[in-house]
């Protein structure tokens, strides 16, 4: 494949998988492992277009995700995970378990990202400008994925992203999410999930399978990007065993409520069997 994936492996245990969303990188996550650490194995990604991980020319398509998921499970011997993801990071690990059943323990969703959850949200009017005139569309985000965004437009956009008990923290300044926004190939990156939305809608036709594994939805109640309402709309397919809104967070619910998020993550974990027989995938 010859792309460059960065990581970050903390803790010894059980093993949990970190995916963040777009537009951030496996920092988002850092609080919530220091807490998870001293029972765990923890593994932040960072997803191909983010971060220190290769950003390949046109983005990254959900196709490939899954791939380099696949392979770094398999080289890092992280048998039988807890997937956990937030917005895309969701996505990726509801089609991951659906391309290798059995390959994960459970599933920790966080604001799921599909095309109705994200139409229903402050970024509808990208979704609709495509469906409505996809030409047009493609090469406005061509041309503008060689934009970088200039660091001064990080905290309004980080802002919205935000519940109150963000905004409060004030984590619009947080310095790890200002330089994500800011660097190279960040909108690239960022349009080319609208480019690849298709992978995504398809989760909205989601009917949970049999040996589905176990799913904790967690989302944050002042979410705008993508609304609580849309996500509890999801939630009758994905029928998660636990599911929880995070009063006062946002988009960002690990950063913004990192106790809460690590607190749920444990008890949910807990309240799994004694580890499966693993399935080779």
């Known amino acids: 494949m010859g792309e460059k994936v960065a990581f970050v492996r903390a803790g010894e245990g059980p093993p949990l998988v ?43 398509t959900m196709d490939l995700h899954v791939e380099v998921l696949a392979q770094l499970l398999r080289q890092l011997s992280l048998r039988d995970p807890v997937l956990i993801g937030n917005c895309m990071g969701s996505a990726i690990s509801l089609t991951f378990t659906a391309r290798h059943p059995g390959a994960a323990r459970a599933l920790v969703l966080v604001n799921p990202l599909t095309r109705r959850t994200l139409s229903a949200g402050r970024l509808a009017p990208f ?6 005139l996809p030409g047009a569309a493609a090469r406005v985000y061509g041309a503008a994925s060689k934009l970088r965004l200039p660091s001064w437009t990080a905290r309004p956009v980080l802002a919205t992203q935000l519940g109150k008990s963000g905004r409060r923290q004030g984590l619009q300044a947080h310095a790890p999410l200002v330089a994500c926004h800011a660097s190279n190939g960040q909108l690239g990156s960022l349009l080319s ?17 049999e040996g589905h ?6 989302w944050g109640e002042e ?59």
């Not at 594994?213 to 967690?218: D, G, N, R, V």
């Not at 069997?273 to 693993?278: D, F, G």
């Open 223 to 281: 979410n705008q990007v993508l609304p609580p309402r849309a996500i509890e709309r999801l939630a009758r397919a994905l029928k998660p065993e636990v599911k929880a809104g995070i009063p006062g967070a946002g988009h960002l619910v690990m950063l913004e409520e990192p106790s809460l998020v690590a607190a749920s993550i444990r008890r949910f974990v807990g309240s799994l069997t004694a580890p499966r027989e693993v399935v080779a995938s």
């Open 18 to 60: 970190f995916l963040h969303n777009g537009g951030t990188s496996h920092s988002i996550w850092l609080p919530v492992i220091e807490q998870l650490r001293s029972e765990f194995t923890c593994v932040a990604i960072d997803l191909l277009g983010y971060g220190a991980s290769s950003h390949p020319e046109g983005g990254a």
């Open 193 to 209: 999930v609208l480019d690849d939305l298709d992978a995504y809608g398809s989760l909205d036709d989601f009917e949970r399978p």
């Open 213 to 218: 594994p176990p799913t904790l939805l967690l």
């Open 127 to 132: 979704v609709k400008f495509r469906a409505a």
